[in-house]
């Protein structure tokens, strides 16, 4: 899952220096929301 939200953060650079506004703001939103599930996913098997 992290993989994947580094692939959408990069994503993200490419689009915002092509001038893709539209895109890398979407593309930075799921790239934040994997991340955020990466990390409770982790904190939860550490618990558990």
Known sequence: ????????FVIALIAAALGAGGVAGMS???AKWLV???LV????????
């Open 1 to 8: 899952m992290l993989e994947l939200a580094i692939v959408f």
């Open 28 to 30: 930075m939103a799921i």
């Open 36 to 38: 955020l599930a990466f």
């Open 41 to 48: 996913l982790a904190v939860l098997s550490l618990l558990l």
